[in-house]
């Protein structure tokens, strides 16, 4: 008993230390002043979230893969993995919180970015359905509040609001699938389903019925086509430390619960050739529109926004692939795109916090007014774009390759296709960045030390993705051996 419970207490140990640095937020938030409260509760929260991957790698680190509390919680490295990069992407985004004029002063903020990785945590580790509906709520509705964080600004209000009305319905949508999967299997466990579909002999239409229910909830939260409309709007009007969270980890959490849910309840051949084939036409169409609508953007935040859409379609074709490859591909390039997003947005919110503005002309010029932001958005975009050296080049190849071993290799070639349209738009970006001409280019853009830390820590993980992958290949391997 008391070997079974010391296991339950590793599996949360994570959402154990998160719950302890947002209590010490909410105890010392109100005693510091409003001049230091800015800094001290963002140190405090980046203290809190670093402790937690430190002693999370030292003391709770998964063996064979075991179900905790009453089969809930599953113990194995797929949900480790994407714990610890949540809980990276949460420190990044509290450093870029620092010094944003709304997030940065406000203690709340911080609470709200804890209980969504949280949230997160237990929804890459979620093995029961009831378990995962109220982990995807634990982080969409913080989510909800910081999108629209800013109430003196419309966009910001709209951004909340929109994102509030959307994520319900399709949560409700998602819920009835659950109810019905429920319904038809008489279990909730997602490692008995498997068993129950198949030898309740489903009609084919009933199965499709039941995982276009499930994918509109998921695809929601991933931006996959047509549940992307969201996306655009909410990242353009969300202060740009919650888009870029919400761009990455939030994204990353979707997709977690897409390997775990399709490659161990769906994975019956019944339903597999169903979902496959359903989710490969959403990939093809996903990465399409993202790409062609980006061309036109004229907002660096929208044409993230429609970039992130692409890459959901990327990193689909992993998930397609219906392998370990797959899936171990799917993983290495979340952890690439988390790394690459993150960079992207946090320097865009650098130079928005000086400009005041995020649209592409006003770029022009900047890589004389702050070299270091130019560096880092070259960087960035040519990582999503798919350039060597950068960890997103080796994260498509292993994409394409996964497709390609299994068969798919028409939808590996509307991926490549798709690459080239992307670099169109990610060059005319760095095109304004460094050949245009500014009357500001005299003007310093300043980046704070918080800011500073964060890109450098990025800018160097998208470089080593890119290089030295080895090591960040293995770790997908062990999280995708997981499910197999």
Avoid: C
């Avoid at 937020?25 to 002043?33: G, H, I, K, M, T």
């Avoid at 949900?79 to 990069?85: C, I, L, Q």
């Avoid at 709200?112 to 634990?138: H, K, W």
């Avoid at 979902?275 to 953007?297: C, E, K, P, S």
């Amino acid at each position: 008993m008391l070997g079974y419970d010391a296991t339950s207490i590793m599996a949360i140990l994570p959402e154990i230390l998160l719950l302890l640095t947002g209590v010490l937020v909410l105890v010392y938030e109100p005693l510091w002043n409003k001049e230091t409260q800015r800094r001290n509760a963002g140190w405090l929260t980046f203290g809190g979230l670093l402790a937690t991957i430190v002693i999370s790698l030292l003391f709770a680190r998964p063996g064979a893969p075991q179900e905790v509390f009453g089969g809930m919680v599953r113990f194995d490295w797929l949900g480790f993995a994407f714990k610890m990069f949540f809980i990276f992407a949460a420190a990044m985004t509290t450093l870029f919180f620092m010094d944003h004029e709304k997030l940065g002063s406000r203690g709340q903020a911080y609470l709200l970015l804890l209980a969504a990785t949280i949230g997160m945590n237990l929804m890459a580790s979620a093995a029961d359905l009831v378990m995962l509906y109220l982990a995807i709520e634990t982080t969409s509705i913080p989510l909800y509040v910081l999108a629209g964080f800013m109430k003196d600004s419309d966009e910001s209000t709209e951004a909340g609001f929109k994102y509030l009305l959307f994520g319900a319905m399709t949560s409700a949508v998602m819920l009835y699938g659950f109810s019905l999967l429920f319904g038809f299997t008489g279990t909730t466990d997602l490692y008995a389903l498997m068993g129950a579909l198949t030898a309740g002999q489903l009609p084919a239409g009933t199965a499709f019925g039941l995982i276009f229910l499930v994918t509109v909830g998921l695809g929601f939260k991933v931006a996959l086509f047509p549940f992307h409309f969201w996306a655009p709007d909410v990242y353009q009007g969300a202060p740009t430390p919650v888009a870029a969270f919400l761009s990455t980890a939030s994204k990353a959490a979707g997709f977690a619960v897409f390997a775990r849910l399709f490659m161990v309840a769906f994975s019956s051949m019944e339903f597999s050739a169903i979902w496959v084939n359903f989710l490969a036409i959403l990939a093809a169409v996903t990465m399409t529109v993202g790409n062609l609508i980006a061309l036109g953007q004229k907002d660096v935040k929208r044409l993230l926004a429609y970039s992130s859409v692409a890459h959901a379609g990327y990193a689909m074709i992993g998930l397609v692939a219906f392998s370990e490859l797959g899936i171990q591909s799917v993983v290495f390039y979340l952890i690439a795109y988390i790394f690459t997003n993150l960079a992207a947005f946090g320097a865009v919110a650098a130079f928005e916090r000086v400009t005041g503005t995020t649209e592409i002309a006003a770029f022009a010029g900047l890589s004389r007014r702050a070299s270091s932001l130019a560096l880092v958005l070259l960087a960035a975009f040519l990582s999503l774009a798919g350039m060597p050296p950068f960890g997103g080049f080796v994260a498509k190849v292993f994409v394409f390759a996964a497709a390609v071993k299994s068969g798919l290799i028409w939808l590996a070639i509307v991926g490549v296709l798709n690459s080239i349209i992307g670099v169109y738009y990610y060059l005319t970006f760095l095109k304004v960045v460094y050949l245009y001409r500014s009357e500001d280019e005299d003007k310093p853009l300043p980046v704070p030390s918080p800011y500073l830390m964060a890109l450098v820590v990025l800018s160097i993980g998208v470089i080593l993705l890119g290089t030295v992958f080895a090591p960040w290949f293995g770790l997908s391997g062990n999280a995708a051996i997981a499910l197999f």
